[in-house]
C-alpha cells in the first residue's frame, strides 16, 4: 500500500518509515510534487491534521495521512499545544520554542508535569479516520541529549530516567505519543489489507 505522509519535517518522515518498516510505501510531500506551504488554521491538533491531509487528498488524489502534535504543560494551562512548532514565532525554530518554554517555566518547581499527543488524520478511499497517540512525563530544567528534535531535549517521559533526546529511536518510537498514533494507524491499515 502506497501513501502519502503530509509532512515537510524530515525527522517525522524517517521516524514514521522506521516504524511502518517495509509494509507500505510512505511518500513525502516532495516525493508528489506537493512544495504547498500548506496552512494550519485550526485550533486543535485534530484540526489541523485533517486539513493537511484533505489538502494532498482533494488537489493530489493520492490517499493521505497528516499529523499535528502538540505539548501540553499543565503549569502553563496545556500551551504551547497546539501552538508547539510556532511557540516562539512562525519560524518553527526548536531552540527559541525550547528557550521561551523553559523561560516561561522557570519559577515552576519540578515535577512540571506535560504530555505529548499527536493526532494523525488518515484519508484513504472516501473515508476520513482519526488515531490519536499520548505520553505523559515533565519538563527537565534545561536540554539534555543529543537525538531527536523539537522539545526531546526538555521532555522526559514518566518512569524514564533521561529525556527523550537521550534514547535511540527505536526506544523512543516504543513509547511516543507519535509512535503509538502510528501503531494504531498500522493496525486499522492491516486490518484493511485483510
Known sequence: MELVFATNNSHKLSELRRIC????????????????????????????????????????????????TGLMVDALDGAPGVYSARYA??????????????????????????????????????????????????ILSEPCGEEGFGYDPVFRPQGCEGSFATMDADAKNAISHRGRATASLLSFLNQQLQ
Do not use: Q
Open 21 to 68: 518498516g517495509d509494509r507500505f510505501t510512505i511518500l513525502s510531500l516532495a516525493d508528489i510534487g506537493c512544495h504547498d506551504d500548506i496552512p494550519e488554521t485550526a485550533d486543535t491538533l485534530a484540526g489541523n491534521a485533517l486539513i493537511k491531509a484533505r489538502w494532498v487528498k482533494e488537489r493530489y488524489g493520492k490517499d493521505c495521512f497528516a499529523d499535528d
Open 89 to 138: 514565532g512562525e519560524a518553527h525554530d526548536s531552540a527559541a520554542n525550547m528557550k521561551l518554554l523553559l523561560e516561561n517555566l522557570r519559577d515552576v518547581p519540578a515535577p512540571r508535569t506535560a504530555r505529548f499527543v499527536t493526532v494523525i488524520a488518515l484519508c484513504l478511499g472516501g473515508k476520513e479516520t482519526l488515531f490519536e497517540g499520548t505520553v505523559e512525563g515533565e
